[in-house]
């Protein structure tokens, strides 16, 4: 008890050391991105965080534009630019309501002087400076609304945001091959809700640009061709108004660490080398892709992937083992997914979430499920699945076994459950209204159930296979277990789930 409560001490101390660390004011180019560490929604009121590893070794370094760079717009209960930044940080949530006034420093600056002159390459720190400026001007012209007069800020000659100077969302660093030439390096436009029909003529002509963030704005077309940019590495255009297929321009950018399309109106099919980007973050949801999940999913090295509300059919790949070392969360929920749950998911031993609620799911859970003892948060609600809820499954939930918190399984046609299972309805970890289970309240009614059995049963050939030993940890891991669901943040502090969040809106002061 005294143990777990100075280790909670502990891990609370090493959170304001992290944070604090983020909230200093950046000084210089100490960066060095391989020791960045990325904080997910430490919620300053409370909530737990998750702390995402290192990133790669970033195409900028050794000083990273994120690093050096003063803290994006609406920044104050947010890090500056982490990479790769979960999207929707509290600070710009995706979303869909018109604009509210906008908390930016940015937006309360006046705009600096007009120049009485056109400006001359001379009038600029150097001449990548001008080339970009030339460029923003052009932007600027297409820019049709910009409600909080961002682009007031994009005149004369400082480009570069620093402190309460330079232009609104353009951050500098000096390119590797020319450090002593800082230039635009990163745009962070998030939650800015500029209008243009399209971003292409923009970021293409910024060749030492790594990150593009541009959350919740109203660019139209599409990613454009990217591929002349050596540094690039980020790109989030979340919840603004992209249309078409998916934008092929990213497939060559086989480096890029952090891909997030979510809430856009992309649609058709996504293309089976998406799976080869070397990506830690890939957010697909909210768009509308159909066709099937491409069978190589297993290929990608990302950590957190959303597949969730969109409207892909087919099943689940069953490659999905071969990400067993890399992959941490995982949404397939809502779609229209089915077949069996492939074994080759009990592989994944290091996932904390996995989720294919809301699909067409048949056939049991099969017993490899047992080998998750990771998983944190586990949904398959609002399927077909039936059978018997496997024990080892439930007993996930004790800490000898596992770190399940919850286990949602309502909504299926499900017949009996295994001993461990039954403790855990009382206590709010397993729920399994809506299922066929003789006995336990809230099921389906007793015709529905009868209808289901008529039916052809599925077949899964591979549901009883166990690729794990179901044995107690050793004592050692009871403990870390037992730590783990004290942290296990709810539903709403994992990555993956946060991407699904609704607005939160900026609230009217
Ligand atoms: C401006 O818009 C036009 C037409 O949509 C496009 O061809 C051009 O590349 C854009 N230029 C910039 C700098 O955004
Ligand atoms: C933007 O500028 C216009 C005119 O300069 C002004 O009327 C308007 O109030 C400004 N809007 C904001 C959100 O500052
Ligand atoms: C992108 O541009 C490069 C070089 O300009 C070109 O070789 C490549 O074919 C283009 N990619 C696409 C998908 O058009
Ligand atoms: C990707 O990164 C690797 C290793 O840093 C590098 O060798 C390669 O040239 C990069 N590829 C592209 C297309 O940038
Ligand atoms: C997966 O788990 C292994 C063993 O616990 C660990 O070494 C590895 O770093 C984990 N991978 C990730 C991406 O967290
Ligand atoms: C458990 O998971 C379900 C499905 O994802 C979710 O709706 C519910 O809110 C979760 N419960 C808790 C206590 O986190």
Do not use: D, V
């Given at each position: 008890m005294e143990d777990r409560r100075r280790s909670r001490h502990l891990l609370l101390l090493q959170l304001l050391c992290f944070l604090c660390w983020f909230l200093l004011p950046c000084s210089g180019s100490n960066g060095n991105r391989e020791a960045i560490e990325i904080g997910i929604g430490i919620g300053i009121g409370g909530s737990p965080g998750i702390v995402i590893g290192g990133s790669p070794e970033p195409p900028h370094s050794p000083s990273s534009p994120s690093r050096s760079s003063p803290p994006p717009p609406h920044s104050s209960t947010s890090p500056p630019h982490r990479s790769p930044t979960p999207p929707h940080s509290s600070t710009s949530p995706p979303h869909r309501s018109p604009p509210l006034p906008h908390p930016s420093s940015c937006s309360n600056r006046s705009p600096p002087p007009q120049p009485l002159r056109e400006l001359q390459p001379c009038d600029f720190a150097n001449i990548l400076q001008y080339r970009a400026y030339k460029v923003i001007q052009n932007f600027r012209k297409n820019i049709t609304c910009d409600p909080y007069n961002i682009t007031a800020t994009w005149v004369g000659a400082q480009i570069c945001s620093k402190g309460n100077t330079g232009y609104c969302g353009f951050y500098c660093e000096g390119p590797p091959d020319k450090r002593n030439m800082p230039t635009v390096a990163s745009v962070d436009f998030n939650g800015y809700y500029l209008e243009a029909k399209t971003v292409r003529g923009f970021i293409d002509q910024l060749p030492d640009l790594a990150i593009f963030h541009a959350n919740s704005n109203r660019f139209g077309d599409t990613v454009p061709n990217l591929t002349q940019l050596p540094f690039f590495y980020e790109i989030d255009v979340s919840n603004n108004l992209q249309t078409g297929c998916f934008p092929n321009n990213v497939l060559s950018l086989v480096n890029l660490s952090f891909l997030d399309l979510r809430y856009n109106g992309y649609s058709g099919q996504v293309p089976p080398s998406v799976f080869d980007i070397q990506t830690q973050v890939l957010f697909l949801n909210n768009n509308k892709f159909n066709g099937e999940i491409p069978a190589n999913l297993g290929k990608t090295p990302a950590n957190y992937i959303t597949f969730a509300y969109n409207d892909f059919t087919g099943p689940i790949p069953r490659s999905i083992g071969q990400a067993c070392n890399t992959l941490l969360e995982i949404l397939f929920l809502g779609n229209r997914l089915s077949g069996c749950l492939p074994y080759e998911i009990g592989l994944l031993r290091n996932a904390t979430v996995f989720d294919a609620g809301s699909n067409q799911l048949t056939g049991p859970i099969p017993l490899s499920f047992g080998c998750l003892k990771k998983v944190e948060q586990l949904n398959l609600a609002g399927n077909m699945l039936s059978g018997e809820v496997p024990d080892s499954v439930c007993r996930l939930a004790n800490s000898k076994y596992g770190r399940l918190v919850n286990l949602s399984l309502s909504g299926n046609y499900f017949t009996s459950v295994g001993p461990s299972c039954v403790g855990l309805i009382g206590c709010n970890v397993l729920d399994v209204k809506g299922?066929?289970?003789?006995?336990?309240?809230?099921?389906?009614p007793a015709q529905d159930c009868a209808r289901f059995q008529k039916q052809a049963k599925p077949v899964c050939p591979t549901a009883q296979y166990v690729p794990c030993s179901l044995q107690e940890e050793e004592l050692s891991l009871e403990k870390e277990g037992e730590e783990a669901r004290d942290k296990a943040p709810t539903v709403a502090g994992y990555s993956t789930y946060k991407a699904l969040r609704p607005p939160e809106g900026k609230k009217n002061p």
């Open positions: 299922n066929c289970i003789s006995g336990m309240p809230g099921q389906r």
